[in-house]
């Protein structure tokens, strides 16, 4: 779960990034009807994805999975008109900072280009469901996507350095039968 949360949160430009607390710090801002207590951070990691889904703000649980898998399907043929696969991205065991610090800068990258582009003020006193969602959808879509691919290929490498493990132990035992 957490290597899952992990490259997740790489993956979402205001987690990788302190200027006003990650977006915590930019509100009220509104999204749709909703303005009271959100913030920019709320808007990145919530409202964005879930118009995205066509979901509504108070989708229950199985509503979210549905719109997940759905999701993850779409975003898997989007990586894979762009070339990006679990064998394509960065999954180095011995050294786990060059991807992730990797990841991290590509998320970076974005704050600027987009996500805090327009000052305080106008992100606090403009509707962001509209244009800035517009503009946020590509953005999202692509991080998300790759942050899947990614998490699948460290997955992947994780589990076969584990069955490496596993089968050194085994001829170190002299009993390579399976299990044990």
């Known amino acids: 779960m957490f290597i899952m949360h992990l490259v997740g949160d790489l993956h979402q430009p205001l987690h990788v990034e302190d200027a006003y607390r990650g977006g915590n710090e930019i509100k009220p ?7 009271a207590n959100n913030n920019l951070h709320s808007v990145w990691d919530k409202y964005i994805p879930h118009k995205i889904c066509g979901l509504k703000n108070a989708a229950s649980n199985e509503e979210e999975k549905v719109a997940a898998a759905e999701w993850a399907d779409k975003l ?3 990586n894979s008109e762009n070339g990006v696969s679990a064998q394509s991205e960065c999954a180095d065991l011995s050294n786990p900072n060059t991807c992730s610090l990797s990841w991290a800068k590509e998320s970076n990258t974005w704050i600027c280009r987009y996500v805090l582009k327009e000052s305080v003020e106008w992100l606090e006193s403009n509707d962001l469901s509209k244009d800035y969602h517009e503009g946020a959808v590509p953005i999202v879509e692509n991080l998300i996507g790759k942050a899947g691919a990614r998490l699948g290929a460290w997955l992947n490498a994780l589990a076969a350095s584990s069955n490496v493990r596993n089968e050194n132990n085994q001829k170190f035992l002299g009993d390579e039968r399976p299990g044990l």
């Not at 801002?29 to 303005?35: G, H, L, S």
Request: proline share 0%; with cysteine.
């Open 29 to 35: 801002v509104c999204f749709a009807k909703a303005c």
């Open 76 to 78: 898997f043929n989007l």
